[in-house]
């Protein structure tokens, strides 16, 4: 039996030091999007394994300073774990007393996905937000018709408020990406459309795109993230959710089908400047870095990007860094990418959207998603974008609000995104 308990000593080891190793990087990444999904488990858990910790501790008869250490790193963790959470709230709490002007005034430039339908709710009561995203974690427990009731009687309060509808923005590319499907019908990537149908491709573009949107509709989804515009690289990371390789066949076809689900009242949404097509990173976990020589970009990856307000679209930025314009800022919130390249040398004067800021590279930079939504919004964006780190949400409108009382916000730039936005009819 020795061995046998020799052997049970040394899992029940290995098994403590993971555990306290586990609540060590609850503790440090607690609040980020790295542990967003199982926040509410953590909340509970941290304490619940530093109590049985500290039973072990004041109870075992070996190794006293191990013990002693254990307990200690045990007890801080969860500390930091509930600080960190009850932060959280204080944020909640300080934005939904914040004063309804200011906060509206702000909230008018943020879209922002949700899990607690009665906390996008609140947000919703005080004009907090300008729309929601919608995903699969939004159906995955009572399906698509309770979904599409919850988006109506947030429209039916935003009407009795007479404000304007909700922004409801989902990612129905087709293919891989379809975030509502099922049950949503699955369709084939957009471009495989085009590949199969050859000379008659804008007619079934068309067909393809009127198809979405119907079933988009029947949700209450009046904005896709789609199409994808960056250019077809091998190798790349968009390499299998690209169009082409030709920007100009590229904007044709997402200029079809812009129209196709325009069709129905929903919008489309060119993605992602300055161009994705040559990066090979995950910009969810980092920000990529494009290369290329701005003479090259403005021939080839930005073409598309200037053929989108004539397509009607809203265009998302991304968090990749140029080069050759601003090599250490991602480009969502760089003022020479935003302003110099997107406003003033593409003359684009339709919506700008941020990617999602809870990705990785602008979450843990500096300032976090707060400065970067003040940077993004003073620099030629309309609206914010937090799809997957719904929390995050109270992190920048408290940003945003005390930007705009000790005049950090550019009251112009609001004002003339204001204008965009009033423009635009998100009806459904």
């Given amino acids: 039996m020795r061995p046998v308990l020799r052997a049970l000593w040394v899992l029940g080891l290995v098994g403590l030091v993971g555990l306290v190793g586990a609540l060590v990087v609850a503790a440090l990444y ?76 702000v909230g008018s430039h943020v879209v922002v996905g949700y899990r607690d339908p009665v906390a996008v ?41 007479g404000v304007p509808p909700l922004i409801v923005a989902t990612d129905h590319e087709g293919g891989p990406v379809a975030h509502l499907a099922p049950p949503l019908s699955r369709t084939p990537p957009l471009r495989e459309v085009v590949e199969h149908a050859g000379t008659a491709w804008a007619n079934e573009v068309d067909v393809y795109a009127q198809e979405h949107a119907r079933e988009l509709k029947r949700v209450g989804v009046n904005l896709n993230f789609a199409p994808v515009v960056d250019l077809r690289v091998l190798g790349a990371v968009l390499a299998t959710r690209a169009l082409a390789d030709d920007p100009r066949q590229v904007t044709q076809i997402a200029t079809v089908y812009c129209r196709g689900l325009q069709k129905h009242n929903v919008g489309c949404t060119f993605k992602h400047f300055p161009g994705l097509g040559s990066v ?11 290369t290329q020589p701005r003479t090259e970009l403005a021939q080839r990856d930005w073409l598309p990007f200037a053929g989108a307000e004539r397509a009607g679209a809203t265009v998302m930025v991304g968090h990749t860094m140029i080069s050759e ?49 003040v940077e993004a919004l003073n620099h030629g964006a309309d609206l914010v974008l937090i799809a997957y780190d719904t929390d995050l949400v109270y992190d920048v409108l408290h940003r945003l609000i005390r930007a705009q009382l000790t005049g950090e916000l550019d009251d112009r730039k609001l004002a003339s995104s204001r204008a965009r936005l009033a423009a635009r009819d998100f009806a459904i």
Avoid at 132 to 151: F, H, S, W
Avoid at 152 to 161: D, I, M, N, S, V
Wanted: aromatic share 6%.
């Fill in 30 to 105: 607690y609040d980020t999007p790295l542990l967003a999904s199982i926040r509410g488990i953590l909340f509970v858990a941290v304490p619940t394994a530093a109590l049985g910790i500290l039973g072990w501790a004041r109870f075992g008869s070996r190794w006293r300073w191990f013990r002693v250490g254990v307990a200690v790193i045990s007890v801080v963790a969860t500390f930091a774990v509930v600080g960190k959470a009850f932060k959280v709230r204080g944020a909640v709490r300080a934005v939904l007393a914040a004063p309804g002007q200011t906060l509206a005034r």
């Fill in 121 to 161: 709710q609140a947000l919703v009561e005080r004009q907090a937000i300008a729309g929601i995203y919608v995903t699969q974690r939004n159906i995955q427990d009572n399906g698509v018709e309770q979904l599409a009731r919850e988006i109506a009687a947030l429209q039916a309060l935003r009407e009795r408020q």
């Fill in 280 to 290: 090979v990173q995950d910009t969810h976990w980092r920000a990529g870095q494009v």
């Fill in 325 to 373: 314009v601003d090599p250490h800022t991602p480009s969502s919130v760089s003022q020479p990418v935003l302003e110099g390249v997107l406003r003033d040398e593409l003359g684009f004067g339709g919506l700008v959207m941020t990617d999602d800021l809870s990705m990785l590279p602008i979450a843990l930079r500096e300032g976090g998603a707060g400065l970067a939504a």
